[in-house]
C-alpha cells in the first residue's frame, strides 16, 4: 500500500473528528487505536472489493475458532507501512507501542484456532483465494489469573477497544431456525491482508440477534413464529466461546452454536451462487469448504437439507456436498470425537436430524459392515464418521498422525477409502512468528540471504554456510530478547528473572496428555538434588510455564495449582536462589507467545508419544531458532527429519513402545527404584505443599492409584526425560548449543503455512 503520511495523518483526524468529536491533541489511546485502523480500513477498500466481487473458485474455511490475536501491527505490517504508520504518529508525539495494550481477539482455545488465523494469513499472502466462516463470540476464552495458586478465570471483554478491524455487514444478514426458536445472524466481515501482494481475502463472523430488529419484510413473513422470548435469548448463542480444548462437551448451547454459524455461512453462500443465475448442481464449481475438526460438520446435513429445499434430489444433493466437502482430523483422544445424542439433535433440529438419517441409510445400501461402518448407533450420532463418508478428503495434521488416523482411529475408513485419505503437516505465518515478533533475528537472516524467505521460508536454509558467522549477533539477540521478557514478566508476574538463567519454555494448553507434570516433577527433582548436595553444578535455569485449563478439567487445574506451589517453595528458597526459578506465566494468549518463542533456550515440546496430533508452538520455537526438547510425537518426528534429530533433544517411549508399556503398566513399580522421583511426587501428599482444597492428592491418586493411574506415562518416560534434560542443561551456552539452534531455524522451511496452504490448494481445494 503506498503512503503518504500528511494524508495519513488527515485521515486520522477525519475519523477523531466525526466518531469522537476530538482530535490528534485531544486523543486517547482508545480513540487513537481506532482512529488509525479505520483510517486504514478506508484505504483497502478497492483491494477487498475487488477479491470479494472475484469470479474465480474460492474455499470456505469453517472453524468454530479463530484465534487471531491483535490484527493491528500484523496488518499493518502486512499491508507494508508499520515503519511509516510508526513514523507518522511519532511526528505528532505519539508512539504506536501503546497498541500493545490493545486486547487480543482470543475467539479460541489453542492450536485448532490458531492454525485457522495462520492459515487466512497464509492464504491471503499465497494469493490462494482462502475465506474464514466462524463465530462472534462476545467473549472469548477467559481471561486468567492466579490467587493463591488456583486459576481463576474472567469474563474476556474483548469488545472493550471496539472492532475497527470488522464492519457489520446488515444487509447479508440471514435467519437461522431451530426448532424451539429462530434467530438473525448478523456477519462481522474481517479484511486478511496478503503479506505486501495487494490480497485482501474475509474473514466473516457471524453474531446472533432477535429477529425483533430484523427488517420488515423479514419479519412479516416470520409472523407467529416468533416468541417474545426468543428474542431475549436468541444473543445467547454467540454469547461465549466454550473454553474447552481437545475435549467434547455435550451441551446444546454449542450445538446451537456449531449450526448457527454453518447454517448462516451456507445461507449466505448458497443465496448468492443463485444469483448467479447458475443451477446449484454448479456449486462445485465455485465453492469447496474445509471443515476444520468436527464443530462444523454440521454443515453436510444442513447443506443437504438446503439443496433439496432448493429443488435437488438427495442423490444430487449428496453429489455437491461429496464434492465440496473436506474435513481435517485434529486428534485421536476419543473425549474429543464429537458425538451427539439422536434425541437431542433431532429435538433442536429435525430436518437436519433426517439428513443424517439419509447419509445413514445410503451408507447402510454399500453393503459394508455395519459394526465398522456407521454414522448412527445406538442413539449417538458420530460426526467424524459423518464428515469421513460425505467429504472427498479427509486430512490428518502431520506424518505421525494421519499414519495413527490410517492404521488404528480410521482403520475400518481407509481401508474402504483409502483415496480419500492426505497427510498435510500443520504450519505457521512466518510473518507473525519471526518478522513481527523478533525483528532483530528478522533483520540479521535478511543480512545474510535478503528478504525472500518472507514469503518462501525454505531459503532460510541458504542460512547454512553463514551459522558460525551468525553465532556473536544470535546470541546478542536473543539475550535481548530475553532481557525483554524478563522486564515483562517483572511487571506482570512480579518474580525477578535475570537473563543469565536458561529460559526453559513450556507454553501451551494445560492437559495432561501434554505432560506439563514431567516438567513439574523433573523441576522438583533437581530442586531437591541441589537441596541434598548431590547436584553442585545446576546451571541456572528459569523454568516458565504458560497454560490455560478448562474450568471443568479438575485435574488439569490440579497441575497448575502444583507448579505455583513448586515456584512458590522454590522462588522463595535462598539456597537455591541462585540455580533456579520457576514461573506460571498469567494468561498466556497470542501476544504473550509473540514475547516468549523470541526469547526461549529450550522448547518442550514433551506429550506422550502418539497424543499430539502435530503441535505448532514447536514449529514457532524452531523458526525463532530454539532446539526442542521433545518426544517423538507429532510434528516433533519431522522437525527431527528436518533438522537433523542430532540438532534436538529427544527421549521417551516411542508410538510403539507405548502400545507395549501399557499391557503391562504399574506406575508404582516406577517410582520404587527412583528415591529422588519418590520424592518430588510425594510432594503432593506430604505436606511439602499447601494443598488447601485436596486437588494435589487427588492429583497423586490419578499417578498411583485409582482406574488407569498415570494413563500418560509420566513415570515411565521420567528417567529419560530427566537425563536428556540434564544434557541440555550442561550443554546449554556453548557453541555447540547455539549451533544446534541456528540449525533448527535454518531448516524451519517446511512448517510454514504458506507451504501448508499451498498444499491443500493443490492436493484438496484444487484452487489454480
Ligand atoms: C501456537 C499456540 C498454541 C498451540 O500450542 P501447542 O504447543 O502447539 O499446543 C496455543 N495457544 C497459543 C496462544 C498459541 O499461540
Not at 495523518?9 to 487513537?32: I, M, N, S, W
Not at 504506536?96 to 495494550?101: L, S, Y
Not at 542443561?729 to 557453541?735: A, C, M, P, Q, Y
Amino acid at each position: 500500500m503506498k503512503f503518504d503520511q500528511k494524508a495519513f495523518l488527515d485521515g486520522v483526524e477525519r475519523v477523531l473528528h466525526a466518531e469522537y468529536a476530538c482530535d490528534l491533541k485531544t486523543a486517547g489511546k482508545f480513540e487513537l487505536y481506532n482512529a488509525v485502523s479505520r483510517a486504514v480500513m478506508e484505504e483497502i477498500f478497492t483491494d477487498w472489493n475487488n477479491e470479494k466481487n472475484s469470479p474465480r473458485r474460492r474455499c470456505g474455511y469453517f472453524s468454530a475458532e479463530f484465534l487471531m490475536g491483535r490484527a493491528i501491527y500484523s496488518n499493518l505490517m502486512n499491508l507494508g507501512i508499520l515503519d511509516e504508520v510508526g513514523a507518522a504518529l511519532a511526528s505528532v508525539g505519539e508512539d504506536v507501542k501503546q497498541f500493545e495494550e490493545v486486547e487480543d481477539a482470543a475467539l479460541g482455545n489453542g492450536g485448532l484456532g490458531r492454525l485457522a488465523a495462520c492459515y487466512l494469513e497464509s492464504a491471503a499472502s499465497k494469493d490462494i483465494a482462502l475465506d474464514g466462516y466462524g463465530i462472534r463470540y462476545r467473549y472469548g476464552l477467559f481471561r486468567q489469573t492466579f490467587v493463591d495458586g488456583y486459576q481463576h478465570e474472567e469474563g474476556d471483554d474483548w469488545l472493550r477497544w471496539g472492532d475497527p478491524w470488522s464492519v457489520r455487514v446488515d444487509r447479508d444478514a440471514v435467519l437461522v431456525r431451530f426448532a424451539d426458536q429462530t434467530v438473525k445472524a448478523v456477519p462481522y466481515d474481517m479484511p486478511v491482508f496478503g503479506y505486501k501482494n495487494g490480497v485482501v481475502n474475509t474473514l466473516r463472523l457471524w453474531q446472533s440477534e432477535p429477529v425483533q430488529a430484523f427488517d420488515f419484510a423479514s419479519f412479516n413473513e416470520m409472523k407467529g413464529e416468533v416468541k417474545a422470548t426468543e428474542n431475549f435469548n436468541a444473543t445467547k448463542i454467540t454469547d461465549v466461546l466454550y473454553p474447552n480444548d481437545n475435549t467434547m462437551v455435550g451441551k446444546i448451547l454449542r450445538l446451537r452454536q456449531q449450526y448457527f454459524m454453518v447454517s448462516a455461512s451456507l445461507q449466505d453462500i448458497v443465496r448468492k451462487f443463485k444469483a448467479s443465475g447458475k443451477s446449484l448442481r454448479q456449486l462445485p464449481e465455485k465453492w469447496c469448504f474445509q471443515l476444520n475438526d468436527t464443530h462444523p460438520v454440521i454443515a453436510i446435513p444442513e447443506l443437504l437439507r438446503i439443496l433439496q429445499t432448493e429443488g435437488l434430489s438427495f442423490d444430487e444433493a449428496f453429489e455437491v456436498c461429496h464434492a465440496c466437502f473436506n474435513f481435517t482430523n485434529h486428534t485421536i483422544m476419543a473425549e474429543a470425537l464429537e458425538k451427539w445424542d439422536a434425541l437431542a439433535l433431532s429435538d433442536l433440529l429435525p430436518d437436519v436430524y433426517e439428513q443424517i438419517l439419509a447419509c445413514q441409510r445410503r451408507l447402510e445400501g454399500d453393503g459394508l459392515d455395519p459394526n465398522c461402518f456407521y454414522i448412527v448407533r445406538d442413539n449417538v450420532i458420530h460426526m467424524a464418521n459423518l464428515a469421513i463418508y460425505v467429504a472427498s478428503h479427509v486430512n490428518g495434521v502431520a506424518e505421525i498422525h494421519t499414519n495413527i488416523l490410517k492404521t488404528q482411529t480410521f482403520k475400518n475408513w481407509y481401508e474402504r477409502f483409502p483415496e480419500k485419505f492426505v497427510n498435510i503437516t500443520n504450519g505457521i505465518t512466518p510473518r507473525r512468528w519471526l518478522l513481527l515478533n523478533n525483528p532483530a533475528l528478522a533483520r540479521l537472516a535478511d543480512k545474510k540471504i535478503g528478504a525472500g524467505w518472507h514469503t518462501e521460508l525454505s531459503e532460510l536454509k541458504k542460512l547454512t554456510p553463514y551459522l558460525d558467522e551468525m553465532l556473536p549477533e544470535f546470541k546478542r539477540i536473543r539475550r535481548e530478547n530475553k532481557e525483554k521478557l524478563a522486564a515483562y514478566i517483572r511487571a506482570h508476574e512480579g518474580v525477578d528473572l535475570s537473563a543469565d538463567f536458561i529460559f526453559d519454555v513450556q507454553v501451551k494448553r494445560l492437559h495432561e496428555y501434554k505432560r506439563q507434570m514431567l516438567n513439574a516433577l523433573s523441576v522438583l527433582y533437581f530442586y531437591f538434588g541441589i537441596k541434598d548436595g548431590c547436584v553442585t553444578d545446576f546451571p541456572p535455569t528459569a523454568f516458565l510455564f504458560g497454560a490455560k485449563a478448562a474450568p471443568g478439567y479438575y485435574m488439569a487445574k490440579a497441575v497448575i495449582k502444583f507448579i505455583n506451589e513448586i515456584a512458590r517453595l522454590v522462588n522463595n528458597d535462598p539456597d537455591v536462589a541462585d540455580r533456579m526459578k520457576v514461573v506460571f506465566l498469567q494468561n498466556y494468549n497470542v501476544s504473550y507467545a509473540e514475547k516468549i518463542v523470541c526469547a526461549a533456550d529450550i522448547s518442550e515440546q514433551i506429550s506422550l508419544a502418539g497424543m499430539e496430533a502435530s503441535g505448532t508452538s514447536n514449529m514457532k520455537f524452531m523458526l525463532n531458532g530454539t532446539v526442542t526438547l521433545g518426544t517423538m510425537d507429532g510434528a516433533n518426528v519431522e522437525i527431527c527429519e528436518e533438522a537433523g534429530r542430532e540438532n534436538n533433544y529427544i527421549f521417551g517411549a516411542t508410538v510403539e513402545e507405548v502400545a507395549a508399556v501399557k499391557q503391562y503398566y504399574c506406575p508404582r513399580e516406577q517410582v520404587e527404584g527412583a528415591p529422588r522421583l519418590k520424592r518430588a511426587l510425594e510432594t503432593l501428599v506430604d505436606g511439602t505443599l499447601h494443598d488447601e482444597q485436596g486437588m494435589l492428592r487427588k492429583l497423586y491418586d490419578s499417578m498411583i492409584s485409582g482406574y488407569e493411574p498415570d494413563r500418560y506415562l509420566v513415570l515411565y518416560d521420567f528417567a529419560d526425560y530427566v537425563r536428556v534434560k540434564e544434557q541440555l542443561l550442561r550443554e546449554f551456552g556453548t557453541d555447540a548449543y547455539y549451533r544446534k539452534s541456528l540449525v533448527n531455524m535454518a531448516n524451519v522451511g517446511k512448517f510454514s503455512a504458506d507451504r501448508s496452504v499451498t498444499e491443500y490448494a493443490k492436493l484438496i481445494w484444487k484452487l489454480k
